[in-house]
C-alpha cells in the first residue's frame, strides 16, 4: 500500500513527497522494498532528480536489496532527464555486473539520453546491443536514435535507421518521418527531404512540423522554388501552414534575392497566425539584398501596425541594409534607438550591429565614425571581432590614414584576434605612404599560417613602389611570383607596380623583360603607362620592342 501512495506522488512529479513517504516506512512498521525503492527511484525521474535517484540505487545495495529492472530504468530515465549520459550509460554496466538483464524501456531511456548528449554514435550503437542481448529494440528506440542522428545532422546514418524500420521494422510512426526529415533539412539534403513527404503505404501521413523540415532544407539549399511549392501545397495535403512555415518560405525567396515574393509572403492570405518578429527579419533581409534600404526601413517601422517589437537582429539588418546603401546617418539613428530601447541580446548580437553601423561609416568614407563606433564598442565592454577590425582598418585605407590603421593593427594583435588577408591587405593599403610599415606587414604576414592572395601582394608593391624602394619591390615580385610554391599570377596592377619600380630604379632591361612577359601572358597595360615607359627608356628600339609588346 506505501509502495502505490510513493509511486501516485512520483506520476504528479512529487518527488519530495516520495521520499518523505518511503523514509516513513520503518515508523509505521513497514520494511523497505524493492517495490517502494523503484517507486521512489521513478519519482526522482519524473522530477529529473537524477542525482537523487541514483543515491537511492546505492542505498537499496546497502540494504541488500537487489535492484530490479525497472528500478535501473527508472535510474537510466532519472539521468537522461537530467541530460547525464555518461551516467545513464553507467546504469547498463552496473546492470551488467549485477546480473539485472535491461528491457526495452531501459534501452529507450540509455537512447534517449545519449540522444541529449549529442552522442550519436552511442545511441546507434545500442541499437545494436539490444539485438545481441535478445531485446529487440521498438518505435521509441529508434526514434531516439534517428533524433540523436538528426540533432548532429547525420543525415545518412538517420536514413539508414529509417529505411531498416521500413524493411524489417519496427514500423515507422509520424514521429520517426519528422525526425529523419529533420536530419535531413540539417545536413542540406533538400532531395532526400522531398522524398520523405510522398512515402508510398506508409499508414501515416507528414505534418506540418514535417513540411518545415522540408521546406527549410529547400531554403538552406537555395531551392527557393521546391520551397514555395511546398508551402503553396500545404492545404492540398489538409495541412495549414503556421508561421514558420511562413518564416521558411519568406527565407527561401530572401536567400535568392526574391524581395517581391517575400513582400507578397508577409502581406498575403491573411495568415493565422499572423507574421510574427522573425518574419519581418527575413523580409528585411531581402530588401537589405537588393539594396532596397528605404523599403527596409519602411517595414521597420511597419513593425509597430502590426502591433510587434522589433528585436536586436532587426536592427541589425536594417543598419545592414542602410551600410549596402551607404545611409550612415540612418545607420547611426538606429543603432542609438536599438541602445536606447534596452533591447535584450547576446553579447555577440549587439557585437554583429556595430559591425554593421561600422561598414556604413567605412562604405561612406567616414573613417572617423568608424572609429568612434570601435572606441564605443569597447566601452560597452564588448569584444570586437575580426569583422570589427576588417571595417575600421579598410574605413582608414581609403584615406590611407596609416597611423590609425597601424594602431588598430597593434590593438588586434594584441587581443590575439584571429586575421585573414582581407584585414591584411586592408592594412597594407592603409599604409601605402608608409613602406617600412608595409615591409613590416609583409613580414607579419610571412610568419602566419595563412596564404595571401594577390591582392595583398599587389598592395605591397605598391607601396614600395611608391615609396622608391624599387629594389625590394622587384624582390618582393620575383620572390612571389617567380621563387615561391604560391599559386599566384601577377594581374596588371601587379606588372604596373614592378614597372614603376624600374623606372625609378633606371632598370630599361628588365622593364622590356616584364613587358615581353607580360605580352606572353596576354596582359595589357593602358597606353599611358606604356608612353611612360617610351620615354624612361629614351631610345628608338626601345619604342620599337615595347610598341611590339603592346600589339603583339
Avoid at 571595417?391 to 584576434?417: K, M, P
Wanted: net charge neutral; glycine share 4%; aromatic share 10%.
Amino acid at each position: 500500500m506505501q509502495a502505490s501512495g510513493i509511486a501516485a506522488w512520483g506520476k504528479g512529479s512529487h518527488w519530495q513527497q516520495s521520499l518523505l513517504q518511503l523514509y516513513a516506512m520503518p515508523q509505521s512498521s513497514l520494511k523497505f522494498s524493492v517495490i517502494s525503492f523503484s517507486s521512489a527511484v521513478n519519482a526522482c525521474a519524473q522530477g529529473a532528480q537524477w542525482q537523487m535517484g541514483l543515491d537511492l540505487l546505492r542505498e537499496m545495495n546497502q540494504l541488500k536489496l537487489l535492484p530490479s529492472v525497472v528500478a535501473f530504468s527508472a535510474a537510466a530515465s532519472a539521468c537522461e532527464k537530467g541530460r547525464r549520459w555518461e551516467w545513464a550509460l553507467e546504469m547498463l554496466r552496473i546492470m551488467d555486473r549485477s546480473d539485472v538483464l535491461p528491457n526495452f524501456v531501459t534501452y529507450g531511456a540509455v537512447i534517449s539520453a545519449c540522444e541529449k548528449g549529442l552522442e550519436w554514435q552511442r545511441a546507434v550503437a545500442l541499437l545494436t546491443d539490444m539485438q545481441d542481448n535478445k531485446v529487440y529494440p521498438n518505435t521509441v528506440c529508434f526514434n531516439a536514435a534517428i533524433s540523436a542522428c538528426e540533432k548532429c545532422a547525420q543525415a545518412d546514418v538517420a536514413l539508414k535507421l529509417f529505411r531498416y524500420m521500413q524493411d524489417r521494422g519496427p514500423r515507422p510512426d509520424v514521429i520517426s518521418l519528422n525526425a529523419v526529415t529533420s536530419a535531413c533539412e540539417k545536413a542540406r539534403r533538400w532531395q532526400e527531404a522531398l522524398a520523405l513527404l510522398s512515402l508510398p503505404n506508409s499508414g501515416f501521413g507528414p505534418q506540418v512540423i514535417t513540411y518545415n523540415a522540408a521546406i527549410s532544407a529547400c531554403e538552406k539549399c537555395l531551392e527557393w522554388q521546391w520551397a514555395l511549392h511546398l508551402f503553396s501545397t500545404m492545404p492540398e495535403a489538409r495541412l495549414t501552414p503556421d508561421v514558420i512555415s511562413l518564416n521558411a518560405a519568406i527565407s527561401a525567396a530572401e536567400k535568392v534575392g526574391k524581395w517581391q515574393i517575400a513582400l507578397a509572403l508577409l502581406f498575403g492570405h491573411g495568415w493565422h497566425p499572423p507574421p510574427n518578429t522573425i518574419s519581418y527579419n527575413a523580409t528585411i533581409a531581402a530588401c537589405e539584398n537588393a539594396r532596397r534600404w528605404q523599403l527596409a526601413l519602411h517595414l521597420f517601422h511597419g513593425l509597430h501596425s502590426a502591433q510587434l517589437h522589433p528585436s536586436l537582429a532587426t536592427y541589425t539588418v536594417t543598419i545592414a541594409a542602410c551600410e549596402k546603401a551607404r545611409q550612415w546617418e540612418v545607420a547611426l539613428v538606429l543603432k542609438d534607438a536599438a541602445l536606447a530601447s534596452k533591447i535584450r541580446g547576446s553579447t555577440n548580437e549587439f557585437v554583429v550591429m556595430y559591425n554593421s553601423a561600422i561598414s556604413a561609416c567605412e562604405k561612406a568614407r567616414r573613417w572617423q565614425y568608424s572609429l568612434t563606433l570601435l572606441a564605443e564598442l569597447r566601452h560597452s565592454r564588448l569584444q570586437p571581432t575580426m569583422v570589427t577590425y576588417g571595417a575600421a582598418i579598410t574605413a582608414c585605407s581609403r584615406y590611407t590614414v596609416w597611423a590609425a590603421a597601424l594602431e588598430l593593427w597593434s590593438d588586434l594583435r594584441r587581443e590575439r584576434v584571429d586575421t585573414d588577408t582581407a584585414i591584411f591587405t586592408a592594412a597594407l593599403n592603409a599604409c601605402e605612404r608608409n613602406w617600412r610599415s608595409v615591409i613590416m606587414l609583409l613580414e607579419e604576414l610571412r610568419g602566419e599560417a595563412m596564404e595571401p592572395d594577390l591582392y595583398t601582394y599587389n598592395a605591397a608593391l605598391t607601396s614600395l613602389a611608391q615609396g622608391r624602394q624599387w629594389q625590394r619591390a622587384l624582390r618582393e615580385f620575383r620572390e612571389t611570383f617567380k621563387g615561391s610554391d604560391l599559386d599566384l599570377t601577377p594581374n596588371r596592377v601587379s606588372y604596373f607596380a614592378v614597372f614603376c619600380a624600374c623606372l625609378e630604379g633606371g632598370r630599361p632591361a628588365e622593364l622590356l623583360q616584364f613587358y615581353e612577359e607580360m605580352a606572353h601572358q596576354r596582359v595589357e597595360l593602358d597606353a599611358t603607362a606604356a608612353g611612360a615607359a617610351v620615354d624612361a627608356c629614351e631610345a628608338p628600339q626601345w619604342e620599337i620592342r615595347i610598341s611590339f609588346c603592346l600589339v603583339g
